[in-house]
């Protein structure tokens, strides 16, 4: 079993930036992908961004890709979302997972607040 916890969230003001983090524990990563996900009020989960372990591709929505950036720090076990130019459709709560790569994503944190105010 993988423990996520997330980090990071917060209030900005559109254009703003904010980092998120992922600190994961419980199994070695190396056959692993990891990504983030949001739920905006009274809309379904959705991808925003996954990373492999082993080699650090990554895979972006087109709704984030130039604005946001995954990355990860092995020594640490610890996945970033680097979020920059924030709209206001952007306010969701982030979710980590994780998953075997190939497979879909079966572990997942507790989310964090993101709100981006116009």
């Known amino acids: 079993q993988v423990q996520l916890v997330e980090s990071g969230g917060g209030l900005v003001q559109a254009g703003g930036s904010l980092r998120l983090s992922c600190a994961a524990s419980?199994?070695?990563?190396?056959?692993?992908?990891m990504g983030w996900f949001r739920q905006a009020p009274g809309k379904e989960r959705s991808f925003v961004a996954r990373?492999?372990?082993?080699?650090?591709?990554?895979l972006y929505s087109d709704s984030v890709k130039g604005r946001f950036t995954i990355s990860r720090d092995n020594a640490n076990n610890t996945m970033y979302l680097q979020m920059t130019n924030l709209r206001a459709s952007d306010t969701a709560v982030y979710y980590c997972?994780?998953?075997?790569?190939?497979?879909?994503?079966?572990?997942w944190g507790q989310g964090t607040q993101v709100t981006v105010s116009s």
């Open positions: 419980g199994r070695t990563f190396s056959a692993y992908k």
């Open positions: 997972a994780s998953g075997i790569d190939g497979s879909g994503y079966d572990s």
């Open positions: 990373i492999r372990w082993a080699d650090g591709t990554t």
